[in-house]
Every structure is written in C-alpha cells, then in structure tokens.
C-alpha cells in the first residue's frame, strides 16, 4: 500500500503564492507517477498537474500553466505543488495522487491512491 498525506494548504490573497507538500510513504517503489487534482464543491474533479516520480518531468492543465510548478525530491519521497498568481477560482481542496503505471494520465479514475487532501482559500 502507498500512503499519501498533503500539507500546506491555507487562505492567500489573489495574486499570492503558496506550496503544497505531499509526502509519500509505504511501497514507493510501485509509484510511476503521481498528480495533483483540485475539487470545489458541486464540481468534478479536476485535474492540475503531474510528474513521473523517477523521471522528473511534468505535465499540466492549462489553467494553471505558467503559474504552477510541480517538483519533487526523491530522497525526501515527498513531491511538491508551487502556485503562483493566484486567482479565486483556484480555491479548492487540493490532493495528491499516486499512480502504479507509467504515463502522463489526467483521468483521476487511473490513479490508485489518493491523499485527503488540504484546502486553499483564494480571496479577492
């Protein structure tokens, strides 16, 4: 089992930045790939980004691009969310997921574990 815990969430000014963390425990060595998604309430959820665990390299939904950045540090097995520019309609509960495949995959229905995740509030 793969175990996911998000932190760092809280409420920003527009315009402001803040950085999630997601640490990874448990058997990480079936992660390939791991995502973040955001949920307001009453809507779907939505995919933001991802990054292939080993690999390093990223992928992310335009909304955000240019503002977010994902990164992670292997050692640390703990992978990271910067936002940046932050709008109102950014405001969500953020989560981590984890993948058991390769892939650059936005459907959350191909993710195998997933976080609780953490709220952030943007104001205007």
């Known amino acids: 089992q793969v175990q996911l815990v998000e932190s760092g969430g809280g409420l920003v000014q527009a315009g402001g930045s803040l950085r999630l963390s997601c640490a990874v425990s448990g058997q990480t060595f079936g992660v390939y790939a791991t995502g973040w998604f955001r949920q307001a309430p009453g809507e779907e959820r939505e995919f933001v980004g991802l990054?292939?665990?080993?690999?390093?390299?990223?992928s992310y939904a335009d909304s955000v691009k240019g503002r977010f950045t994902i990164s992670r540090n292997y050692a640390l097995n703990t992978m990271y969310l910067q936002m940046n520019s932050l709008k109102p309609e950014d405001t969500a509960v953020y989560y981590c997921?984890?993948?058991?495949?390769?892939?650059?995959?936005?459907?959350?229905?191909?993710?195998?574990?997933w976080g609780q995740g953490t709220q952030v509030t943007v104001s205007s």
């Open positions: 990054i292939r665990w080993t690999v390093g390299s990223t």
């Open positions: 997921a984890a993948r058991r495949s390769d892939g650059l995959v936005s459907d959350s229905n191909a993710y195998d574990y």
